[in-house]
C-alpha cells in the first residue's frame, strides 16, 4: 500500500515536473520568438538607419592662400599675422609641417599638406630672406632657388552649420597609429569579440571593485557606436539590454573595419558653443589645425583620451588633467609596442600644442561671410551648403583682416574718449579690396568684429557727401576740349529755388567764396560751390551717368543737391566706386568667392573676375592725380606725416550735414580702402570726414606693403607746366609754372609772358624733338563722343536747370541739401606764379540653377 502511494507520488511529481518542463520550454520558446521578432525589428532598424546614413556636413570656408614670391613686398607683422591666421607655431628648430623658425631676417617654414582649388600640394619647406620689407633668396627644401612658394588656406570657419559638425574620413585613409591606440584603450578585444565582450565586462568589474568607484567601462567599440547613433547617453537597463543587441546585429551584418571607420567619424570630441565637435577628423583640425593622417603621438594619444570625456579632459580649460590623460594614453601605446621607450620619453615631454581655442569657429568674420553667402545663393541651395561637406575658397586675406578689426575696434574707442563722444555710441564699418582683382580682402560691419548683427560695411546706407565730387570732377576731365586740371572754375555763390519752393544754397565750409580757382585745387580742398558751378554747368544727367559708369548701381535723386553728396550709399558700395578709379577705370566686380568644390577636392567650381572697362584710362589718370592732390595738399593731408610720402596714395573725405557721417575713401596703387563712422540713431558725431575716418584708414594703410613711386601714367597723357591761370609756360620761352598732367587732347593756350620767336623750332620739329606734339589722331586714346559745340550750350544748360527741377521727372527724396567739409589751407607753391606776377595757385557657369526659394 505505502509502495503504491510513493509509486502514484512520484508519477504526480513526474507529472508536475514535465508540465513545468513544458512549461518552461513554451515560455521560452515564446521567449526566443520575442526576441527573434524583437532582434528582427532592431535589425530593421539598424539596417534602415546605417545603409541610408549620410552626415550633415556644413560647408568649410579657407581664406586665400598666402603665395610667397621673389620680390614680394611684405611687412614682417604681415607674414606673423598669416603664420597666425595658420596656426603656425614658431620653432628654432623645425620638427613639423605647421611651423616656421626665423633667424634674423631669415625664414624658414615647413608647410602643411592641402588640397587647394587647384591641385592638392603636400607638405614642403621653403626658406627665403625678408629684407627692407622685401621677400629674396626664395628657396625650397634641396636649396634650389624657386620663383614662388604656396601656402595652405587658413581654415576660417563654415557655414550653416547644424549642431553637429564633423570632417568624416574613410577606413582605408584612417592612419594605422590612430586605430590601434584607439582599440588599445578603449577596446582591446574588438579584432575578436562578436558585439560584446565578456572578458571585457569581467574586467572592468574587477577593475571596480578594486577601485571602489566606477572608473572602467565594459562596453565595445561596437556597443558605443551603436549608443552614439540611436541612444542617448542616459543609463538605463533598457537601453544597455538594446544596445547589446544592437551591437550583435551590426557585427553580423558590417565588418570590424566599417564599424571602426564610424567609430571614429561619430565620436564626440569637443564643443565650440552650440557646435559639436564630432569626429577624429575634425577633432584634428579642431585642436591642432593638421589633418589627421599629419599628427605625431602625442597628438594622436591626446584626441584617444578626449574619447572619455571631452569636457572633462578639455586641453583649454584643464590642461592638467589632459596632460596627464594623454600620458596614460602614451603609457598604453608604450605597453602594446606601438611606440618604444625613447618615443615615449620624447612625447610625454612634449607640452599639449593645441592651438588657440575658437579658431575655427563655424563664424568668426560675420561681415565677410554675409557677402560671401550673397555670392553663393545664386550657385547653391540653403540645404547643400548646410549638408554636403563643400570646401569653399574664398579671397580673405586673414592679416589684413587683423589688421582692419583692431584698426576700427581701437580707433572707435580712441575717438570717443579723445572728443568726448558717449561712450559705446559711435559705430564704425570698413572694407579693403584688391584694385586690379576685385577681390575682397577684409571686411568689418560693427565695431565689435565678431558681433554678427547689423553689418553696416553691406547694410547701412548713409549718405556719402563729398565722396560723390569725383564723378563730377571725372564728367568734366572726359571732356579734354572744354576741362582740364588747370581749368579755373568759379567757387562763387549758387542760389537754385526748387520745384517745391525751396532754394538750394549750398557754402563752403568755411562760409567764403574764394573765386577763380583751378579745377584740381578745388578737387583737393573739396570747394562746395565750384562743385556745384561745375556740375550744373555738366548738367545733373551726365553726371548721373559717370557715377553709373563708376559701378554705382543705388538709386540717384534728380535734384542738384547730389553733386555734393545728397546720394546714400553703403561703405561696399563706395568701395566699389573708389576701386574703379584706382584701377585706371576698368570697374571689377567685387568678389568674395573664387572656387568652391565637393568635400574631396574635385569637382571644382571656379569664379571667374568679371571687368568692364566704364571709363577711359587717360580721364581716370587725370582724375587719380587730383585726388593725390588731396591727400598732400587738401583735405586728406592729415595723413601725411603717417604715410610714406613714396607711394602714390589718393583719396577722398567725406562728411554730411551736422557731422552725422564720417567718411574716407581712398587708395594705394593696389588696395582701396574705404572707412565709415557714424551713429546707428544717426544723430550728430561731431567728427568730420578727416578728424573721424581719416585716421582709422591711416591706420590701416601704413601698416600695408606698397609699391613705391609714382603710377605710370597711361597713352595719351603728357605733363606741361602751367601757370595759375592754367596758360602753358613753355620751358624754351620762360621758367616757373607747375607741371601737371594733361591729355593730349587737350590744346593749352599758352602764356603771354612766354611767347616769342625761336628760329630754330622748325629745325627741331622737323625731327620730332618739339616738346608739344601730340601723337597722331589714329594713335591717341579715343574720345569720349563729346561735341565740342556743347560748350557754348553750358549757359543754356544752366539757365534750363531751374525748369528741369520742376519737371515731371524730378524727384523728391526729403534729404538734407547742403554739404560740408572739412577747412584747410593749401600751402602757397612759388613755383606756380608766373613772371607777369600771375596770381599764385592755391593749393561662371553655375553648378546648379539659382535656388532662391530654398534659402530662408
Not at 500500500?1 to 518542463?21: D, E, G, I, N, P
Not at 572608473?215 to 537601453?239: A, C, E, M, W, Y
Not at 566706386?577 to 568667392?593: C, D, F, H, K, W
Not at 592732390?629 to 601725411?640: L, N, P, V, W, Y
Request: aromatic share 8%; proline share 6%.
Amino acid at each position: 500500500m505505502a509502495s503504491t502511494k510513493r509509486r502514484r507520488s512520484k508519477a504526480s511529481q513526474a507529472k508536475r515536473r514535465y508540465r513545468w518542463l513544458k512549461f518552461l520550454f513554451l515560455l521560452a520558446l515564446v521567449g526566443a520568438l520575442a526576441l527573434a521578432g524583437y532582434m528582427a525589428y532592431l535589425d530593421v532598424q539598424l539596417r534602415e538607419r546605417l545603409d541610408s546614413r549620410q552626415y550633415q556636413l556644413p560647408a568649410r570656408v579657407y581664406a586665400r592662400p598666402l603665395v610667397l614670391r621673389e620680390g614680394m613686398v611684405m611687412h614682417p607683422d604681415e607674414l606673423a599675422s598669416e603664420f597666425a591666421a595658420l596656426n603656425y607655431r614658431e620653432q628654432k628648430t623645425l620638427s613639423e609641417p605647421g611651423s616656421w623658425s626665423q633667424e634674423g631676417m631669415n625664414y624658414r617654414v615647413w608647410r602643411r599638406d592641402f588640397i587647394h582649388s587647384d591641385a592638392r600640394e603636400p607638405a614642403a619647406l621653403v626658406s627665403f630672406r625678408l629684407r627692407n620689407d622685401e621677400i629674396s633668396n626664395l628657396r625650397d627644401g634641396d636649396g634650389q632657388r624657386i620663383a614662388e612658394f604656396r601656402l595652405d588656406a587658413a581654415n576660417i570657419g563654415s557655414l550653416l552649420g547644424g549642431g553637429d559638425d564633423r570632417n568624416p574620413v574613410r577606413f582605408s585613409d584612417i592612419p594605422p597609429l590612430v586605430a590601434n591606440t584607439l582599440i588599445a584603450v578603449e577596446d582591446q578585444d574588438f579584432p575578436n569579440h562578436f558585439g560584446i565582450s565578456p572578458r571585457g565586462i569581467a574586467r572592468a568589474m574587477v577593475a571596480n571593485v578594486q577601485a571602489g568607484r566606477l572608473v572602467q567601462g565594459g562596453s565595445t567599440i561596437t556597443q558605443q557606436l551603436v549608443k552614439n547613433i540611436f541612444f542617448d547617453h542616459k543609463p538605463s537597463l533598457q537601453r544597455k539590454i538594446n544596445e547589446a543587441l544592437m551591437a550583435v546585429l551590426m557585427e553580423i551584418h558590417y565588418d570590424k573595419g566599417y564599424i571602426l571607420q564610424e567609430y571614429i567619424n561619430e565620436v564626440w570630441l569637443g564643443q565650440q558653443g552650440a557646435r559639436g565637435i564630432y569626429g577624429f577628423g575634425l577633432a584634428s583640425e579642431f585642436y591642432f589645425q593638421q589633418p589627421l593622417d599629419t599628427l605625431e603621438p602625442h597628438q594622436v594619444a591626446l584626441l584617444v583620451g578626449l574619447a572619455k570625456g571631452a569636457s572633462y579632459y578639455n586641453p583649454w580649460r584643464h590642461p592638467e588633467r589632459a596632460l596627464q590623460r594623454r600620458n596614460t594614453v602614451l603609457e598604453l601605446m608604450q605597453e602594446q609596442g606601438l611606440i618604444n621607450q625613447a618615443e615615449f620619453d620624447l612625447y610625454t615631454a612634449k607640452p599639449l600644442g593645441v592651438v588657440k581655442g575658437g579658431v575655427t569657429a563655424q563664424n568668426p568674420y560675420p561681415a565677410f561671410t554675409e557677402r560671401l553667402l550673397e555670392e553663393l545663393r545664386p550657385y547653391y541651395s540653403y540645404e547643400e551648403l548646410r549638408t554636403a561637406g563643400l570646401r569653399i575658397y574664398t579671397s580673405l586675406a586673414p592679416s589684413l583682416q587683423k589688421l582692419a578689426e583692431e584698426a576700427i575696434s581701437n580707433g572707435v574707442q580712441q575717438l570717443e574718449k579723445d572728443r568726448g563722444i558717449k561712450t559705446n555710441t559711435l559705430q564704425a564699418a570698413t572694407v579693403l579690396m584688391d584694385n586690379h582683382s576685385g577681390n575682397v580682402l577684409a571686411m568689418v560691419g560693427d565695431r565689435d568684429p565678431d558681433y554678427p548683427g547689423f553689418n553696416r560695411a553691406l547694410e547701412a546706407r548713409r549718405q556719402v557727401g563729398s565722396l560723390i565730387k569725383p564723378a563730377v570732377f571725372l564728367t568734366a576731365l572726359e571732356r579734354p576740349e572744354e576741362y582740364n586740371l588747370a581749368t579755373l572754375i568759379d567757387d562763387a555763390p549758387v542760389r537754385i529755388e526748387e520745384a517745391d519752393g525751396d532754394v538750394w544754397m549750398p557754402q563752403n565750409f568755411d562760409k567764403l567764396a574764394h573765386g577763380q580757382v583751378p579745377l584740381y585745387v578745388a578737387l583737393a580742398k573739396s570747394y562746395n560751390l565750384a562743385t556745384a558751378h561745375l556740375g550744373l554747368d555738366l548738367g545733373l544727367q551726365n553726371v548721373r551717368q559717370t557715377i553709373r559708369r563708376l559701378g554705382v548701381e543705388t538709386s540717384l535723386p534728380r535734384v542738384p543737391a547730389m553733386l555734393l553728396g545728397a546720394v546714400e550709399m553703403t561703405p561696399f558700395e563706395v568701395a566699389s566706386m573708389y576701386q574703379t578709379i584706382a584701377n585706371g577705370g576698368e570697374t571689377v566686380e567685387p568678389r568674395t568667392l573664387l572656387a568652391v568644390s565637393d568635400a574631396d577636392g574635385e569637382r571644382v567650381q571656379n569664379f571667374r573676375r568679371r571687368a568692364h572697362r566704364g571709363v577711359d584710362a587717360v580721364p581716370a589718370y587725370l582724375l587719380r592725380w587730383g585726388l593725390e592732390q588731396a591727400m598732400r595738399e587738401g583735405t586728406g593731408r592729415r595723413s601725411a606725416k603717417r604715410l610714406p610720402s613714396s607711394v602714390a596714395f589718393a583719396g577722398k573725405t567725406g562728411t554730411t550735414n551736422n557731422n552725422r557721417d564720417s567718411w574716407f575713401a581712398g587708395f594705394s596703387p593696389e588696395i582701396t580702402a574705404v572707412v565709415w563712422l557714424g551713429r546707428d540713431d544717426n544723430e550728430r558725431t561731431r567728427l568730420t570726414g578727416s578728424t573721424g575716418a581719416l585716421p582709422i584708414w591711416t591706420e590701416i594703410m601704413r601698416k600695408l606693403p606698397h609699391e613705391h613711386g609714382p603710377v605710370e601714367p597711361p597713352r595719351g597723357v603728357e605733363f606741361k607746366s602751367v601757370n595759375a591761370r592754367g596758360e602753358y609756360m613753355d620751358p624754351d620761352y620762360c621758367r616757373g609754372g607747375y607741371e601737371i598732367p594733361f591729355s593730349y587732347e587737350t590744346r593749352l593756350q599758352p602764356a603771354p609772358e612766354c611767347q616769342g620767336r625761336d628760329r630754330w623750332r622748325w629745325f627741331r620739329n622737323l625731327f620730332g624733338n618739339g616738346r608739344s606734339q601730340a601723337a597722331p589722331r589714329e594713335q591717341m586714346t579715343p574720345g569720349w563722343g563729346v561735341d565740342p559745340s556743347e560748350q557754348q550750350l553750358r549757359e543754356q544748360r544752366r539757365s534750363q536747370m531751374q525748369e528741369q527741377l520742376r519737371g515731371d521727372d524730378a524727384e523728391e527724396f526729403g534729404i538734407d541739401r547742403g554739404y560740408e567739409e572739412e577747412p584747410v589751407e593749401l600751402p602757397r607753391n612759388p613755383s606756380i606764379e608766373s613772371d607777369s606776377g600771375g596770381a599764385p595757385v592755391e593749393e561662371a557657369q553655375p553648378i546648379g540653377p539659382a535656388l532662391e526659394d530654398q534659402w530662408p
